[in-house]
Nanobody, 117 residues
Framework: QVQLVESGGGLVQPGGSLRLSCVAS????????MSWYRQAPGEERELVAS???????YFSDSVKGRFTISRDDDKNTVSLQMNSLIPEDTAVYYC???????????WGKGTLVTVSS
């Protein structure tokens, strides 16, 4: 079992920045990939960024060049630095951890990001 807790959401003006963090606890040694997803009202949940122990970071086209993802295994955290935010980035952002060998997914409860003037 893995537990995930996100933090760092809030209200920001267009063009601003936010940093989301996710702390993992429990069976953290089984985690091989951590990701950030988001879900806007009325939309499906979508993958935003991902980082694993074997591959480089992945970013969706909609955030490439604006968002960066980092992982600190010593602190069991994954962070999402979001720059040049636009209203379309407004969503609930969820932390995800995928474990081996089951490839089971664990989710945090989400943190709301609102980009508005």
């Amino acid at each position: 079992q893995v537990q995930l807790v996100e933090s760092g959401g809030g209200l920001v003006q267009p063009g601003g920045s936010l940093r989301l963090s996710c702390v993992a606890s429990g069976d953290v040694s089984s985690i091989y990939a951590m990701s950030w997803y988001r879900q806007a009202p009325g939309e499906e949940r979508e993958l935003v960024a991902s980082i694993s122990s074997t591959t480089g970071p992945y970013f969706s086209d909609s955030v490439k060049g604006r968002f960066t993802i980092s992982r600190d295994d010593d602190k069991n955290t994954v962070s999402l630095q979001m720059n040049s935010l636009i209203p379309e980035d407004t969503a609930v952002y969820y932390c995800n951890a995928r474990v081996q060998p089951s490839h089971m997914d664990y989710w945090g409860k989400g943190t709301l990001v609102t980009v508005s003037s």
